[in-house]
């Protein structure tokens, strides 16, 4: 075994012993990686509906920078 995994596990040892009942936990890598997932979900909804937003934009026909309603 490596020195700093040694020493992490003495560590976590020594953490774990001052725990209180009320105390929360280290967290786990399968809370993570629902945090990440739930991050990239919001990030891909934002984009497609800012996507959606410029395609079903009624202000603007397409040919001109004007707006329809200020010619």
Not at 22 to 45: C, E, H, N, Y
Request: no cysteine; aromatic share 4%; net charge positive.
């Amino acid at each position: 075994m490596k020195p700093s995994q040694q020493d992490r596990r003495r560590m976590d040892r020594a953490a774990e012993s001052e725990r209180r009942p009320g105390d929360p936990t280290a967290t786990k890598p399968s809370q993570a990686r629902a945090g990440f997932a739930i991050m990239v979900l919001v990030l891909i909804v934002a984009v497609g509906l800012i996507a959606a937003m410029f395609i079903t934009n009624t202000r603007y026909d397409g040919s001109s920078p004007v707006p329809v309603s200020e010619r």
